[in-house]
């Protein structure tokens, strides 16, 4: 007999779009195929990534699950229409749907609240009983032991490397714009052993896409320890890289570098966010120190540790000097590939509260709030200054001409410390990881930065976000 079947759904366009616009991602996020992990084997999964391919509406599936975030919600509720229609069951989830569920109800048949690891496969049950409820909603900071592996094998084929998995949850840091500091949950890691399994779990993919992994924790060294711990253990896997994110502290420590090195690491992702001391002192980015990152870069640099590093425009103490001066200074510190965006007053945040005591908030309609949009009045900028700086930088520092001068000066760094064959492989690991996120970053730039609506300053809506605050307070 035929099994029942659940299509999750992983949203990602962002409705400015006129045209659809598939990212050129090599890794899939984790919430799609850990979700099909915990779905009980009663039912068939699929995944559905909407960032590589469009969304099936006729699709065979009998239930739809929807993750997606705060700026994709219209899109989401547009989604979620469209399928109730059809007559299918449909299910949200995700942050946005955890701290709004006020606002997310309506739109769906039931919602997930919290963490998926101790409820899911119970409102898979009630669905298939025809006893779904409205809401499911976890504690806190649910247990984190004894999760099932991602599915790996329900990726599509065109992401490079599917394995993707985290360690912890939440992070240490009170930076002030952080979606985690809305509502704080202690900072949890798994069990060692549990992750290592997620590494191993790679039944059904081709043998090359074996070989490199994504640890997606927001802050793989809030435990330290742990972490050491942890890389420890991928050590003996023999991947040929693995990607890793963390703050930037946890380069103090030479011995977590060098068990990035031994682990294979080839590419740490890290908030740098901003050259400017007093912008990363103003969002309580204490961990941060600029005159270290430098130096700290260029040890992850010469073991072959590309570094990936966030970088945020419109922080209240930016000045147009300061972005005067980026493009050089990015150079002089030396960051391989960078992942720029407009700062986010995300509602219910600290920043966001600033913002909005001091009535500076000028942009409510949540599907600005991606990152190419500038949402509130600067002290010291126009918006044009903003937008101007945003793109500049995204244009100097993705040009063809500095992406290959990054990669000579990359490689002019290494030394033999290894076999030949080893070190060979090295290299060309590495090469492939900055070419694949330096192309990501340069096509999201032409399709999102360069021909973003925002240029020709829209009207401000003033909705959305200022009702969603007031249903929360």
Not at 277 to 298: G, I, M, T, W
Not at 321 to 346: H, M
Request: charged share 25%; with cysteine.
């Amino acid at each position: 007999m035929k099994k029942p079947k659940i299509l999750i759904i992983v949203l990602f366009q962002n409705l400015l779009n006129k045209e659809p616009y598939y990212a050129r991602n090599p890794a899939p996020p984790l919430p799609g195929i850990l979700l099909a992990g915990l779905t009980p084997p009663t039912v068939d999964v699929e995944v559905l990534h909407e960032m590589v391919r469009p969304i099936n509406y006729d699709t065979d599936a009998d239930y739809i699950a929807i993750s997606f975030m705060d700026y994709i919600s219209p899109h989401a509720y547009e989604v979620a229409a469209k399928f109730r229609a059809m007559g299918k069951t449909v299910i949200g989830g995700g942050k946005f749907a955890s701290i709004f569920p006020d606002e997310v109800q309506p739109y769906f048949d039931s919602i997930l609240i919290g963490e998926a690891q101790e409820i899911w496969a119970q409102m898979v049950n009630d669905m298939l009983s025809g006893n779904l409820k409205e809401r499911y909603e976890s504690g806190l900071a649910p247990s984190l032991d004894n999760i099932p592996p991602p599915r790996y094998d329900l990726v599509e084929s065109k992401f490079f490397s599917p394995i993707v998995t985290e360690a912890s949850r939440g992070c240490p840091h009170p930076c002030t714009y952080c979606q985690l500091n809305i509502k704080r949950s202690p900072y949890r890691t798994r069990p060692v052993e549990d992750v290592v399994n997620d590494l191993k779990n790679t039944k059904g993919l081709p043998w090359y896409k074996k070989k490199m992994a994504m640890i997606l924790d927001n802050n793989l060294g809030g435990d330290l320890n742990n972490a050491k711990n942890l890389l420890r253990k991928i050590t003996k896997l023999k991947f040929w890289g693995i990607g890793v994110q963390y703050s930037i502290e946890c380069l103090r420590d030479e011995e977590f570098i060098d068990l990035l090195s031994e682990a294979n690491c080839r590419m740490s992702f890290i908030g740098m966010e901003s050259l400017n001391e007093e912008s990363l002192k103003d969002v309580k980015k204490r961990q941060n120190k600029v005159d270290e990152y430098k130096n700290a870069f260029n040890k992850l640099h010469k073991r072959g540790i590309l570094t990936f590093t966030g970088l945020m425009f419109a922080l209240d103490e930016d000045t147009k000097e300061y972005y005067e001066t980026l493009p050089q200074r990015l150079d002089e510190v030396g960051t391989c590939v960078i992942l720029p965006s407009i700062s986010i007053p995300i509602y219910g945040t600290p920043f966001y509260d600033k913002v909005v005591s001091e009535g500076r908030l000028l942009d409510n309609d949540i599907s600005h709030y991606g990152g190419d949009h500038v949402l509130f009045k600067h002290n010291r900028l126009s918006d044009q200054d903003i937008y101007k700086a945003y793109k500049r930088v995204n244009r100097v520092f993705y040009s063809w001409k500095n992406i290959i001068k990054r990669w000579i000066k990359f490689i002019s760094k290494q030394s033999i410390q290894e076999s030949i064959p080893q070190f060979v492989l090295k290299i060309a690991v590495t090469t492939v990881i900055y070419f694949k996120l330096s192309i990501f970053q340069r096509h999201h730039a032409q399709k999102r930065v360069f021909n973003s609506s925002a240029t020709a300053m829209p009207d401000r809506k003033l909705k959305r976000v200022d009702e969603l605050v007031k249903k929360a307070i």
